[in-house]
């Protein structure tokens, strides 16, 4: 472990897409590279954080200094995060799917010839940044969820840092025109009891290392 200003803590971190299954071989899935929340991982380790970080299917590679738990579905990648606590920093970087199939057939649903196409019942997911910091014994001090929106990115941001008991929300707007989606780079505001911040575009990379510092200097402050 690095000794940097995030020693002796520990780090949360979801990243990537969920995949949920239909059947044996098909899921509903999203776009999400996991780029952001594997950099934010390997920068909160790079600042001494003992970091978990759980992750939907990506390109990626595990990133240095993290231990990686590779997941598939939400109910998962919700079970990783609930063993892996307790964790002082929280940061929910992963799109997870709002809805999976109800059921998931056991064998692959076959095609019938002049039949009509099968019929996909969604549940609804749990939300995972909620869950984690609704108030309790176990809530990590620092709660960090994202908004991807495509309009009103700040007033959509500020209401969802409330609604999910959030401490702050990184707001992106994610129009398909940015490129943030899969892209390498990433705009936000930074959103906290506060107001909002907004921050320059920048490599996700470096975004991350932003965000750290913020973190590091932010519970430095706390604990005084
Ligand atoms: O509600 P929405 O999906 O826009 O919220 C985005 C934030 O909530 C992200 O931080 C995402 O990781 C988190 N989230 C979650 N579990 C869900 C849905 C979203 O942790 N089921």
Known sequence: LSDGPLKGLKALVTSGPTYEAIDPVRFIGNRSSGKQGHAIALALAAAGAEVTLVAGPTALADPTGCKTVRIESAAEMLAAVQKALPADIFVAAAAVADWRPAAEAAQKMKKRDGGEPPRIDLATN?????????????????????????????????????????????????????????????????????????WPRLAKTDLAQRLVARIAATLKDKSK
């Open 126 to 198: 749990p939300d995972i940044l909620a869950t984690i910091a609704a108030p309790g014994p176990k809530r990590p001090r620092l709660v960090i969820g994202f908004a991807a929106e495509t309009e009103k990115v700040v007033e959509y941001a500020t209401a969802k840092r409330q609604k999910k008991n959030s401490d702050w929300i990184l707001a992106n707007d994610v129009s398909a025109e940015t490129g943030t989606f899969g892209g390498s780079d990433n705009k936000v505001h930074l959103i906290t009891a506060d107001g909002a911040e907004e």
